[in-house]
T-cell receptor, first 112, second 115 residues
Framework: GQNIDQPTEMTATEGAIVQINCTYQ??????LFWYQQHAGEAPTFLSY????GLEEKGRFSSFLSRSKGYSYLLLKELQMKDSASYLC?????????????FGAGTTVTVRA | GAVVSQHPSRVICKSGTSVKIECRSL??????MFWYRQFPKQSLMLMAT?????????EQGVEKDKFLINHASLTLSTLTVTSAHPEDSSFYIC???????????FGQGTRLTVV
């Protein structure tokens, strides 16, 4: 199994930057994903890291350090619509199924 | 991105009845689909892995006789909640991948309420 930890809640101001940390413990690591989920909706894909380093995609960036079992999602120029839950998910290779295990999610509230 | 369609989006049923939820990959073939449930303000909990043409693999603690999964084709998996009870009320979400080593695309989710 995996232990995936991320903060429960974060609050930031519109236009600011927020960093959501995620730590994990797993064997057979095969990638880390970040998803955004608005209340009552399904998760939508944000980013994917399998090698160490920073992946930038517009206002969102994600970083991975495999040796430290650590990732973060960086949200820049926050907008009100960014208020959502952000899920860190780790993919393991068990047998032939690439299973995703999710953290509990970080609820980000953007204030004007 | 790929499209995964889940139906129905909301369903209310009486206690003791069964409910079927469909998950379709609309523009790609998915040999593997995953079923999750999510309680309010909690994360997604993997229930089972659905493989086309074979029996589903259930996670520990998930009753296979209660949550029947059928993956009859490369584009359709169904989850049937049998003899539903109020504690089965939850948000059920499916996901599918184009290949085994790519990102998972999620369906819209099904809000099940058992009364």
């Amino acid at each position: 199994g995996q232990n995936i930890d991320q903060p429960t809640e974060m609050t930031a101001t519109e236009g600011a930057i927020v960093q959501i940390n995620c730590t994990y413990q797993t064997s057979g690591f095969n990638g880390l994903f970040w998803y955004q989920q608005h209340a009552g909706e399904a998760p939508t894909f944000l980013s994917y890291n399998v090698l160490d380093g920073l992946e930038e995609k517009g206002r969102f960036s994600s970083f991975l350090s495999r040796s430290k079992g650590y990732s973060y999602l960086l949200l820049k120029e926050l907008q009100m619509k960014d208020s959502a839950s952000y899920l860190c998910a780790v993919r393991d290779l068990w047998s032939n199924d690439y299973k995703l295990s999710f953290g509990a999610g970080t609820t980000v509230t953007v204030r004007a | 991105g790929a499209v995964v369609s889940q139906h129905p989006s909301r369903v209310i049923c009486k206690s003791g009845t069964s409910v079927k939820i469909e998950c379709r990959s609309l523009d790609f073939q998915a040999t593997t689909m995953f079923w999750y449930r999510q309680f309010p303000k909690q994360s997604l909990m993997l229930m089972a892995t659905s493989n086309e043409g074979s029996k589903a693999t259930y996670e520990q603690g998930v009753e296979k006789d209660k949550f029947l999964i059928n993956h009859a084709s490369l584009t359709l998996s169904t989850l049937t909640v049998t003899s539903a009870h109020p504690e089965d009320s939850s948000f059920y979400i499916c996901s599918a991948s184009k290949q085994t080593n790519t990102e998972a695309f999620f369906g819209q989710g099904t809000r099940l309420t058992v009364v």
